[in-house]
């Protein structure tokens, strides 16, 4: 085999290489692809001037409400009793936010606050009175159930061992 000197010949174009010159362009172009849209969220070349910026706002707010009047109204759900329910708690939930908020104000006393006070308690003195009468006539039955009678029973240990302490106690000598 003879070399020769300062020459070279190139290879030919298999279909081989064909392919794998193919393959590389399109994984550049990926990658190039790729760093592109990463790049742009990362950096941008001119900063958005406050006019831009309300200018993308109000385009935005305009997109809004067409897509809003092009959708139209919604559909009137009817009022079940868990939608009721919903709101009902919902509003309850709000009264009890504003109450915290508020300061609560002291009335202080009054006249007035101290009759209804009294005739409160009156009130409650005579229902009282008039529940214990009917009650009074009546008397209290023990229930007789297996819980009542394991405490019955515990409580029958424990008062003769109390008890066998007293007498041991009385009848040991110090």
Same mark, same amino acid.
């Given at each position: 085999?003879?070399?020769?000197?300062? !020459?070279? !010949?190139?290879? !030919?174009? $298999?279909? *081989?290489?064909?392919? %794998?010159?193919?393959?590389? #362009?399109?994984?550049?172009?990926?990658?190039?692809?790729?760093?592109?849209?990463?790049?742009?969220?990362?950096?941008?070349?001119?900063?958005?001037?406050?006019?831009?910026?309300?200018?993308?706002? =109000?385009?935005? =707010?305009?997109?809004?409400?067409?897509? #809003?009047?092009?959708?139209?109204?919604?559909?009137?759900?009817?009022?079940?009793?868990?939608?009721?329910?919903?709101?009902?708690?919902?509003? =309850?939930? !709000?009264?009890?936010?504003?109450?915290?908020?508020?300061?609560? %104000?002291?009335?202080?006393?009054?006249?007035?606050? *101290?009759? %209804?006070?009294? =005739?409160?308690?009156?009130?409650? $003195?005579?229902?009282?009175?008039?529940?214990?009468? *009917?009650?009074?006539?009546?008397?209290?039955? *023990?229930?007789?159930?297996?819980?009542?009678?394991?405490?019955?029973?515990?409580?029958?240990? %424990?008062?003769?061992?109390?008890?066998?302490?007293?007498?041991?106690?009385?009848?040991?000598?110090?």
């Amino acid at each position: 085999m003879e070399r020769l000197k300062g !020459s070279c !010949s190139a290879a !030919s174009d $298999t279909p *081989e290489i064909q392919r %794998v010159k193919n393959n590389q #362009r399109n994984i550049s172009a990926l990658f190039y692809t790729w760093d592109s849209r990463l790049m742009k969220g990362l950096m941008s070349a001119i900063t958005d001037s406050p006019e831009i910026k309300l200018a993308r706002e =109000n385009t935005k =707010n305009i997109s809004d409400v067409q897509y #809003r009047e092009s959708v139209g109204s919604g559909t009137a759900v009817t009022d079940t009793p868990e939608m009721e329910r919903v709101r009902r708690n919902q509003h =309850n939930i !709000s009264d009890a936010k504003y109450k915290k908020a508020v300061d609560p %104000v002291s009335v202080g006393v009054t006249p007035e606050l *101290e009759r %209804v006070k009294q =005739n409160q308690q009156n009130i409650s $003195t005579v229902q009282y009175q008039r529940s214990l009468q *009917e009650v009074k006539g009546r008397s209290c039955s *023990e229930l007789d159930t297996p819980e009542m009678r394991r405490v019955r029973k515990s409580q029958d240990t %424990v008062s003769m061992v109390a008890g066998l302490r007293q007498r041991l106690r009385v009848t040991s000598p110090h």
